[in-house]
């Protein structure tokens, strides 16, 4: 049983982009690739964006008649491409490797294939219970993800810790009954149970 701060858990439950790696570059980079093509102001879209599947987002900025489904294609593929300056966060490589396949879960709002590029991009394992957009039918801040992990790991989500970086999946790690360590700058550390830079 994996423990925090000399606390059990039954599992560790990471987010991925912002948690175990950071992607902002990349992602970035192509929202605003995406913004430009269609008028759509930036520095709004990405204030929000992070944490969110990516057809959600499209969903709340999409332009009149816009096609939300090819507009999400497009921006996947566009992802598919861009690993420049994707990284591990410090020190997430010596704790993956100290859990077990049935103690840890990843549950990204990224698309199983971006989220495998990804990973492969930073040396990290997939694991065996991985949660990714296409298995949600609501998404963060849903607690959908985070619950269904939970129920593939065989363990009750009350006994599991969240790892998120993101007010959107800090939101849904809080409505699916866990524990939340918060990681990096991007929520207030009051809003979790523990609040760390990396994993040194």
């Not at 129920?151 to 970086?165: M, Y």
């Amino acid at each position: 049983m994996p423990s925090f701060h000399n606390t059990p858990y039954a599992a560790f439950l990471f987010d991925m982009d912002g948690t175990l790696l950071d992607s902002s570059e990349a992602v970035e980079r192509v929202w605003r690739r995406w913004c430009d093509r269609h008028a759509i102001d930036a520095e709004a879209l990405i204030a929000v964006c992070h944490g969110v599947r990516g057809e959600d987002t499209v969903r709340r900025f999409a332009t009149s008649g816009m096609d939300i489904d090819a507009e999400a294609a497009w921006l996947n593929a566009a992802e598919l491409e861009d690993v420049d300056g994707v990284v591990a966060i410090e020190g997430v490589h010596d704790l993956i490797a100290g859990l077990t396949p049935d103690q840890w879960a990843i549950v990204t709002s990224a698309p199983r294939n971006l989220a495998e590029v990804r990973l492969r991009a930073v040396g990290l394992p997939a694991p065996g219970v991985f949660v990714t957009a296409e298995d949600v039918s609501q998404g963060k801040p849903d607690p959908q993800g985070f619950r269904l992990a939970a129920d593939r790991l065989g363990v009750a989500i009350t006994d599991c810790l969240v790892f998120e970086d993101s007010p959107a999946g800090v939101a849904a790690g809080k409505a699916a009954g866990a524990a939340v360590a918060i990681v990096g700058p991007r929520v207030p550390a009051t809003e979790g149970t523990y609040a760390i830079a990396d994993y040194r």
